[in-house]
């Protein structure tokens, strides 16, 4: 297994600049890195930057093995129980739309346009936050930038994705803010947030399909 760069944002400057640099970080760390190397850009390869529609900002993947595989909160279907930052994520959801994804694979987002990104894409397992400053902040910021362009929304969980996304702050976008689903702080303004019946509010206002977060279209009976 290897790190490939995604094809649909190779262009970005992070990596030509700072790629290379991180990539040979992560080969020589002798710890265990979540998630394995064929899934670090796993959300960026699912969505080019045309096809993004929403954006939801985290930290960093889950440090429990067996957790994260790329796509920011989400993890396999056959994860139970859920991390407790999803449960919280889950109950918001269910207070706000009536239910919830029946496992904790929310990959069928992505489908839909919603690009699930956290704004370090690492981390040793055992170690939450221990990558926040290895470099993968600048990746975040290109992302974003080239997202600027055309309205989108933009889910900001935690402080981390506020400081992140400060460059996106073209009118035309919805911006979500709030604290960050973990246990530590989801009562400090993430639950009562309604995002989830916000960002569709805000997708028919622009003319165009809400997002299916719960999982009843075609694909998800």
Known sequence: MTYSVP????????????????RTAL????????PRPDHVFAALDALGPDDVRVVILGQDPYPTPGHAHGHAFSVEPDVTPLPRSLKNIYTEMTEDLGGCPTTGDLRFWAGQGVLLLNTAL?????????????????????VLKVLDHRPRAFVL??????????????????????????PLSARRGFFGSRPFSRVNDWLKSQGT???????????HP
Request: glycine share 8%.
């Open 157 to 182: 969980w935690g402080l981390n994705a506020r400081l992140a996304a400060q460059s996106v702050q073209l009118p035309h976008h919805l911006r979500i803010e709030t604290a960050h689903p973990s």
């Open 122 to 142: 690492t981390v040793p397992a055992g170690d939450a936050g221990a990558h926040a400053k290895l470099g993968w902040r600048d990746l975040t910021e290109d």
């Open 27 to 34: 080969e020589a760390d002798t710890r265990t890195i979540l």
């Open 209 to 219: 399909h809400e997002i299916d977060w719960i999982g009843h279209g075609p694909d």
């Open 7 to 22: 094809a649909a944002w190779a262009q970005l400057p992070f990596f030509a600049k700072k790629w290379p640099a991180l």
